[in-house]
């Protein structure tokens, strides 16, 4: 069974930083990619940043220069670092597995930009 542990969330200042950690167990983490996710209300969920079983990122053009996705496939979690928080980073943040024809998704973990 798949399961993920988000952690990290929180309310943050503008300008500020988070850190977003996704533990996965259950799947071969190594070989699969994995990517954060977020919804605000009343939006659709779009996609934040992905990183490859390789090591290759990419990055959503509003989050380009302010977060940074990475991976430790000995500690099977991906991390999400976002600086220069805005008020419009606010959501629920999702990350994702990508293994073959699967998907997996975790819970979210909640982001509140605000002064």
């Known amino acids: 069974q798949v399961q993920f542990v988000e952690s990290g969330g929180g309310l943050v200042q503008p300008g500020g930083s988070l850190r977003l950690s996704c533990a996965a167990s259950g799947i071969t983490f190594s070989i699969a990619a994995m990517g954060w996710y977020r919804q605000a209300p009343g939006k659709q969920r779009e996609l934040v940043a992905t990183i490859g079983a390789a090591g290759s990122t990419t990055y959503a053009d509003s989050v380009k220069g302010r977060f940074t996705i990475s991976r430790d496939n000995a500690k099977n979690t991906v991390y999400l670092q976002m600086n220069s928080l805005k008020p419009e980073d606010t959501a629920v943040y999702y990350c994702?597995?990508?293994?073959?024809?699967?998907?997996?998704w975790g819970q979210g973990t909640q982001v509140t930009v605000s002064s």
């Open positions: 994702k597995a990508a293994l073959f024809d699967n998907r997996y």
